[in-house]
């Protein structure tokens, strides 16, 4: 069982439409971020949230950290061809100092 | 800026033999990971250096995994011997400051992937 569980694994829209992946935990977090890996590169960094209920906006990308720091949202609005991608979500636990990745969620937007 | 460099990108070998990877971290930064990434799966920590002291070391195989951070610096991560479980791409990223602190940004490198046949 992993510390941060994302879901879907995979999703594949068309380019236009909306999608949203979630990572969640019975844990809670004192920060949690965003990363997208693209084939062959390493992961980068999105978004940190840090406050409980607390909404990021980045462009069409819009982050929300739950009210009880224990899971998080990516919502994206009318996905683009250039937003594929893994989508990693990654937190240290309040009690911890180690920044652990969840599984990842594979999106694939089609044009 | 130079991003974080490692070498080699790609590396075959058979089971039972040894490999070595290298990561520059970005000038500066004083904390220095290596992440194993399965395919398809999320990255998952084996070590974690300050400097050039180990701050977490505890999901490394110590048996046939080892790591070392001369002069805080650039680190070598080595495999001996491969398994064939020991296939995917090793992470190495840098950061400001350790996590726990701050959680700041780590920047990645592009990562070595590694085939055990």
């Known amino acids: 069982t992993q510390l941060l569980e994302q879901s879907p694994q995979f999703l594949s829209i068309q380019e236009g439409e909306n999608l949203t992946v979630y990572c969640n935990s019975s844990s809670v977090f004192s920060s949690l971020q965003w990363y997208r890996q693209e084939p062959g590169e390493g992961p980068v960094l999105l978004v940190t949230?840090?406050?409980?209920?607390e909404v990021k906006k980045l462009k069409r990308l819009t982050f929300q950290f739950g009210d009880a720091r224990k899971d998080s949202s990516l919502h994206i609005t009318a996905a683009q061809p250039g937003d594929t991608g893994l989508y990693l979500c990654?937190?240290?636990?309040?009690?911890?100092?180690?920044?652990?990745f969840g599984g990842g969620t594979r999106v694939l937007v089609k044009p | 800026e130079a991003g974080v460099a490692q070498s080699p990108r790609y590396k075959i070998i058979e089971k039972r033999q040894s490999v070595a990877f290298w990561c520059n971290p970005i000038s500066g930064h004083a904390t220095l990971y290596w992440y194993q990434q399965i395919l398809g799966q999320g990255p998952k920590l084996l070590i974690q250096?300050?400097?050039?002291?180990?701050?977490?070391d505890s999901q490394l195989p110590k048996d046939r995994f080892s790591a070392e951070r001369l002069k805080g610096v650039d680190s070598t991560l080595k495999i001996q011997p491969a398994k064939l479980e020991d296939s995917a791409v090793y992470l190495c990223a840098s950061s400001l400051q350790p996590t726990g602190l701050v959680t700041g940004e780590l920047f990645f490198g592009e990562g070595s992937r590694l085939t055990v046949l």
């Open positions: 250096f300050q400097n050039n002291g180990v701050v977490d």
């Open positions: 990654a937190g240290v636990e309040a009690a911890g100092n180690k920044l652990t």
């Open positions: 949230v840090v406050t409980g209920g």
